[in-house]
């Protein structure tokens, strides 16, 4: 079964720091990958950041960079220089090659970006 | 292009009211998908259609009726709902192999009476 856990409910960070979100996950798969979601108030999911479970290369995009760390399962979500639009729900999701239909949620993490 | 559009963007029926939500993606997706998503919550996955015909219903309640016309669109039929299904309806359209991510329409916000 695939599992993902985001342990952190809240997080508040300065508006120009850097600020790491939590994502690990369970799965038996050995083809999979990883995907993290910003939802902000308007309710909309925009996809963010993509990592292969073959990649051997952390994902970066823009201020967003994922640190892959494959042997402890985790896939946590860098955003670099906040800045108050990143004050959203953030998502981290997964999908294997067995039943590659469903994507796997993690309950997310409200990040507040203070002025 | 990877944009989903949804219609409408918000919806108030009453529980004995029959309403349709509809979904378009033009990017050759062949898996399309319907999501439930309360306030503070992941999105609650309730149905996916794979290249047209239905792959997965997570036990959703038979008021709510999916539909594939074809590859492009993808209607969710609503009757005789209930209150407690107040709440943002997600479409999104993903490629057909484990390594691709789902892109997401804006959402329907649908409040029942």
């Known amino acids: 079964a695939q599992k993902i856990t985001q342990t952190q409910p809240g997080m508040f960070v300065q508006e120009k720091e850097a600020v790491t979100l939590d994502c690990t996950y369970d799965?038996?798969?050995?083809?999979?990958?990883l995907f993290w979601y910003k939802q902000p108030s308007s309710g909309e999911m925009i996809f963010l950041i993509y990592?292969?479970?073959?990649?051997?290369q952390n994902a970066t995009e823009g201020r967003y960079s994922l640190n892959f760390q494959k042997a402890r399962k985790s896939a946590n979500l860098v955003i670099s220089a906040s800045q108050l639009g990143d004050s959203a729900m953030y998502f981290c999701?997964?999908?294997?090659?067995?039943?590659?239909?469903?994507?796997?949620f993690g309950s997310g993490t409200k990040l507040n970006v203070k002025p | 292009d990877t944009e989903v559009t949804q219609t409408p963007k918000h919806l108030v029926m009453g529980m004995t009211n029959k309403k349709s939500l509809k979904c378009e993606q033009h990017?050759?997706?062949?898996?399309m998908y319907w999501y439930k998503q309360k306030a503070k919550k992941p999105p609650e996955l309730m149905f996916v259609?794979?290249?047209?015909?239905?792959?997965i219903n997570e036990s959703v309640p038979s008021r709510f009726s999916p539909e594939c016309p074809n590859s492009s669109l993808l209607n969710l039929h609503l009757h005789a709902l209930q209150p407690e299904d107040s709440a943002l309806y997600l479409c999104?359209?993903?490629?057909?192999?484990?390594?691709?991510?789902?892109?997401f329409g804006p959402g329907t916000r649908l409040t029942v009476l």
């Open positions: 999104a359209s993903s490629p057909y192999n484990e390594l691709d991510t789902q892109y």
């Open positions: 999701a997964m999908r294997g090659r067995y039943n590659f239909n469903k994507f796997y």
């Open positions: 259609y794979s290249y047209e015909k239905l792959s």
């Open positions: 990017m050759g997706h062949r898996a």
């Open positions: 799965t038996s798969d050995q083809s999979y990958g």
């Open positions: 990592q292969g479970s073959y990649d051997e």
